[in-house]
């Protein structure tokens, strides 16, 4: 009998355990697509659902990716921008005229990053170790796409985030969407409405000069 128990115990154990490797190479050839892809343009929505506030906050833009550099531009409703090159990550925000329109800049170095709490969407999208920092909870398959909850491994950087969200398009291999919560709960969601892995970018296009009235912040 002890036999039997053992042996379905480390049948269960080998078995999830299985289902968890291969869930996570799905997630991470995902991953490699865009971040080994000459350049990729994409449609985003961004929602923030702030939960103490039982408030939401929903912005439109465009990301752009080449291989792991990374240029996200919201547009509305509120302007900002993150630029992740390949030795730093700027974060600008323009400040309206009226508060004495001095742009807020954000800068953070590679060698010395927490990326992954200073930058998260930089950090899953476009730097491949951050996927070995996570361990998969759960996933489940519906309408022709994955959902993955992972959560970050004991001992791993990700500031204040608790778990991580990711949907895949099972038949074409794109991101549909990726969120991710924090300690209060509170959660940032990127839908992904369009995806061009043709785009046209220059390597101008992810170097950032602030502006000599700026108020810079550095990390």
Excluded: C
């Amino acid at each position: 009998m002890r036999i039997l128990v053992s042996v379905i115990i480390t049948f269960f154990i080998a078995s999830h355990g299985s289902a968890n490797e291969g869930g996570l190479r799905l997630v991470k050839s995902t991953i490699e697509r865009y971040q080994k892809a000459k350049a990729v343009e994409i449609k985003v929505s961004k929602i923030v659902t702030l939960a103490l506030l039982d408030e939401k906050k929903e912005s439109e833009g465009m990301l752009f990716f080449s291989k792991g550099k990374m240029r996200l531009s919201i547009e509305k409703p509120e302007e900002y921008l993150i630029i992740m090159g390949k030795n730093e990550i700027w974060v600008i925000t323009p400040t309206a005229k009226e508060l004495g329109g001095r742009t807020q800049v954000m800068k953070i170095r590679s060698p010395e990053l927490s990326k992954q709490a200073k930058s998260p969407l930089a950090a899953l999208l476009g730097r491949p170790e951050a996927w070995d920092n996570l361990k998969l909870n759960s996933e489940s398959a519906t309408n022709g796409s994955v959902k993955f909850n992972l959560e970050p491994k004991v001992g791993a950087d990700f500031g204040d985030i608790v778990s991580v969200n990711l949907e895949i398009s099972q038949t074409e291999k794109t991101l549909l969407n990726l969120s991710y919560k924090d300690e209060l709960d509170n959660e940032t969601e990127y839908k992904f409405k369009s995806t061009n892995f043709k785009a046209k970018i220059t390597e101008d296009f992810f170097k950032y000069s602030p502006p000599k009235d700026a108020d810079i912040t550095e990390y």
